[in-house]
């Protein structure tokens, strides 16, 4: 008997411990796992419904034309200032030759009004002299009048004489008048008519160069909608240009998940085109103003009566480390899941006020203007000159 009951007692012993074993293993795991969801987990916001962001930069023409060129194709990298689409210029070229026609005239025309400034006042001064001796006619004759040397008629018509000088002076002086009221006091080359001639003459000069469209911005060309002998006219849109440098994460969170979130907190990003082993990194650079419905071309009407409760979602905009983008290149649209640390919670919900400096600029649509002033200067000093 005691050589049979020794295996058992043994046996169960050996379960017991397990037993044992087993529930203080399965009481630690539950520890550890509550220790690490309130370290961890609990301090984390995390989401897959977000989708990559970028600046589309539509380019479209400030001029009327017909596409004769096209520079870059979707899919190609483009650098700020490129040309990418050249119009035909015939018509702009006819423009500028008929706006330097214009200023050449105007030029004329006011040397022309000015130099009969100096013709009025000469026909003044000659109408002057007509009617004093007119007047010192008539007072020789008075004297003779008297003694009835001469006849009445006579005085009547030396009267006539100096009313017809002095009229005559009068509308020389009234023609002079109105021939100095626009330009007495002004200079002609800042005269009104030339400065409008020379602004039109400028327009036309810039038409003509806006018929070489260029890039605003370095990217890559995606949607082009222009073909070759289209078209085209301002404000059409001929293709997009997008910057993947400057690219962005826009996660919608739900309602509930916002009390933690702030701005300035840490955030990694998974992109499902290269999975887990790439992995970038980036801040929350902003909470939207409102929920996705709220700004819906069909905004859902909550008030009425067959009303059901949903979650809503508030876009956050994630910020980017430029140098992981540059390392692994990420598209507009792309899926990714958005995980945030809220660790640190002493930032502001709140977007920061406007920077003093523009978040987005470009040189490249600059126009040399001196070269246009340059140009309607040599065709004034031209005229001026004949």
């Given at each position: 008997m005691t050589t049979t009951n020794t295996p058992l007692n043994t046996n169960g012993i050996k379960r017991k411990w397990l037993l044992l074993g087993s529930t203080l293993l399965f009481i630690l795991v539950a520890i550890g796992s509550s220790i690490y969801y309130l370290l961890v987990l609990s301090q984390q916001e995390q989401t897959d419904d977000a989708y990559v962001g970028g600046n589309q930069v539509m380019l479209t023409s400030q001029v009327t034309?017909?596409?004769?060129?096209?520079?870059?194709?979707?899919?190609?990298?483009?650098?700020?200032?490129?040309?990418?689409?050249?119009?035909?210029?015939?018509?702009?070229?006819?423009?500028?030759?008929?706006?330097?026609?214009?200023?050449?005239?105007?030029?004329?025309?006011?040397?022309?009004?000015?130099?009969?400034i100096g013709q009025y006042a000469a026909t003044i001064q000659q109408r002057k002299i007509n009617l004093q001796k007119a007047e010192d006619d008539l007072a020789r004759r008075m004297p003779l009048a008297a003694d009835h040397t001469l006849s009445a008629e006579d005085i009547t018509h030396a009267k006539q004489v100096v009313e017809d000088a002095r009229a005559a002076l009068d509308v020389a002086q009234k023609q002079a008048a109105a021939a100095q009221a626009g330009l007495v006091g002004v200079d002609l080359t800042k005269h009104p008519d030339l400065l409008a001639a020379k602004a039109d003459f400028v327009q036309a000069w810039l038409a003509l160069r806006r018929n070489a469209i260029l890039a605003p911005v370095s990217g890559y060309v995606a949607k082009r909608n222009v073909q070759v002998g289209a078209h085209i006219t301002p404000g059409m849109t001929l293709l997009s240009i997008v910057p993947l440098d400057q690219l962005w994460v826009d996660a919608n969170f739900k309602e509930s998940d916002l009390g933690n979130i702030r701005v300035g907190q840490p955030v990694k990003v998974e992109a499902d085109a290269y999975g887990s082993k790439v992995e970038y990194h980036g801040k929350v650079a902003g909470l939207s103003a409102g929920t996705g419905s709220a700004f819906a071309l069909?905004?859902?009407?909550?008030?009425?009566?067959?009303?059901?409760?949903?979650?809503?979602?508030?876009?956050?905009?994630?910020?980017?480390?430029?140098?992981?983008?540059?390392?692994?290149?990420?598209?507009?649209?792309?899926?990714?899941?958005?995980?945030?640390?809220?660790?640190?919670?002493?930032?502001?919900?709140?977007?920061?006020?406007?920077?003093?400096?523009?978040?987005?600029?470009?040189?490249?649509?600059?126009?040399?203007?001196?070269?246009?002033?340059?140009?309607a200067q040599s065709i004034i000093a031209r005229n001026l000159a004949r």
């Open positions: 034309g017909s596409v004769q060129e096209i520079g870059a194709d979707e899919t190609q990298l483009v650098k700020a200032g490129a040309e990418l689409i050249k119009l035909d210029p015939v018509d702009a070229e006819v423009a500028l030759r008929q706006a330097e026609a214009r200023l050449g005239v105007t030029v004329l025309q006011l040397r022309e009004r000015y130099a009969a069909l905004p859902a009407q909550n008030a009425t009566g067959n009303w059901v409760k949903v979650v809503q979602r508030l876009p956050i905009r994630i910020s980017l480390d430029p140098k992981e983008l540059a390392a692994h290149p990420l598209r507009i649209g792309l899926s990714t899941v958005v995980t945030i640390d809220t660790h640190h919670r002493d930032g502001t919900a709140l977007g920061s006020a406007m920077p003093l400096v523009p978040v987005y600029a470009t040189q490249a649509l600059n126009q040399p203007m001196q070269e246009a002033d340059a140009a």
